[in-house]
């Protein structure tokens, strides 16, 4: 056998390198990074993050993600409007579409546990552009996420101090309702929240195991106490009679109707599957616990039990809420903007609607942290590997954090949040999580055909039976986004390709070794 190249292309000096057509595929926008070269590139002073987290942790951060607006604010919405009580069988439906992807990202994370999630997944397995694709794609869903978060939590603590009579004026209370204002509130928030994922990940992790621990136990209490004022009558029917929704025209039109003459429908069977299109958007975040993987100390342990098992939490408790709100109101009667609170008020007991109110308020701001947190390390990985300036990739000499990356992030985030409505919608950060969940699963499949010898803790079940059901699953529910949102998305894509052709291509560390490794072969 041949010393510069065997069957798996061995090179003296690099480690086990990919199959034989690695030589070419290094060339050029498809090139990968193997994973051997993620993980050295981890092992620099420079770049090295700290490891300090547990499963324990991932867990905690999952759920404290995941565990948010959806559960305080979608589950009646989308109960009144989309499926009746049959909405717990919606978050299911939602809930087999995230373990699909979980079960890849699983495989992925304990595979190659380097910060970036589906960037750093991408870039081993289909190349360097799609990489920089994906990861251009994760910014712009964490970064919008977490300003439309803040503006929401902003809205909760601005009603529970008009409650304690006092009250922000006007001018600093945000836009809404044709009013133009800066939001105070959801800046300092984001700013905050900043120096703290500076300070370190562990100290990020105690903060948001308080506030995950606060929020946790305020929906056992209502799911708890709600459970004593269930009437039966409000579940019948369970699955309310079929009506097709008038999407109404043009581009606010999901893409399945435009594209097929499909029409929607609300309430039966078929409302069921167009309400999941929309819950969905409560189980975004489990995939960030993958961006901490680098900083998890057995990351090919914990990383899949943080994800799987945050998921798990989060789906049960979703469920356990819609069947007792469904129960303790009639679906139709239900509020849009604060459906569990009012609830309790429609019962004559008001005391919980004010502590939902506050558990809400806490809740959010994990979730704004761990969409920041999850932002930081995907800019962090890109800038590592010089696809964006690498001046974003040095950590703190003390703290272990990207806190270049972090700081700057966060001032944009907090300016976004100051200045964005709350009216703004989340569809563009579900396309951009379906987008990514494709992506993960397609690359499960070649990696492991590609580089079937890795070591993996965690093997993805019936490949690619599992793979091919995400892809397809995560489709059909990015067909039901309205077109618009497909035309924004786009646009931030091509946005994106500009500035790899700009900059990326040129500066990324893997074309330079090429350029040096040629240049080393051309002189005598």
Known sequence: MSTQQGPRGEGPGNGPLAPRNRTR????????????????????????????????????????????????????KIAKEQAGPSVALSFVVAGVVCALAA????????TVPVAGSAYTFAYASLGELPAWIIGWDLILELALGCAVVAVGWSGYVRSL????????????????????????????????????????????????????????????????????????????????????????????????????????????VMGIFAAAAVVFF??????????????????????????????AICTLLYVAVSIVVTGMEKYDRLSVDAPLADAFKHVGHPFYAGLISFGAAVGLTSV???????????????????????????????????????IALGVVVAVVAGFTSIDVLAELVNIGTLFAFAVVAIGVVLLRRSRPDLPRAFRTPFVPAVPLLSVLASFWLMLNLPAETWIRFAIWMAAGFVLYAVYGQRHSRLAIRQRQRDAAGARP
């Open 25 to 76: 595929r290094d060339r050029g926008v498809l090139r990968t990074k193997s994973v051997e070269q993620s993980i050295r590139d981890t092992e620099e002073p420079e770049h090295a993050l700290k490891k300090s987290l547990s499963a324990l942790d991932l867990t905690v951060f999952g759920v404290g993600v995941v565990i948010g607006t959806g559960i305080f604010v979608l589950t009646g």
């Open 103 to 110: 079960l890849c990202y699983a495989e992925f994370a304990s």
């Open 161 to 268: 101090l008009d409650s304690a009579g006092l009250h922000v004026p006007p001018a600093l209370s945000g836009s809404h309702g044709g009013h133009f204002g800066f939001d105070l509130l959801a800046c300092i928030l984001v700013l905050v929240i900043t120096a703290v994922l500076v300070l370190g990940m562990k100290l990020s992790s105690r903060v948001t195991t308080v506030v995950v621990g606060v929020k946790v136990t305020v929906v056992l209490l209502v799911i708890i106490a709600g459970s004593f004022f269930i009437t039966g009558a409000n579940y019948r029917p369970f699955i309310p009679p079929s009506k097709p929704t008038p999407a109404g025209g043009g581009l606010a039109a999901p893409l399945s109707q435009l594209l097929f003459g499909f029409t929607p429908s609300h309430f039966g």
């Open 282 to 311: 409560a189980f975004i975040g489990f995939d960030i616990v993958a961006t901490a993987a680098e900083e998890t100390r057995v990351p090919q342990r914990d990383v899949p039990r943080g994800i799987l098992g945050s998921l």
């Open 368 to 406: 704004c942290m761990i969409l920041l947190l999850g932002q930081s390390r995907v800019f962090f990985a890109m800038s590592r590997d010089g696809l964006l300036p690498q001046v974003f990739s040095r950590v703190h000499p003390r703290f272990g954090t990207p806190h270049r990356s972090t």
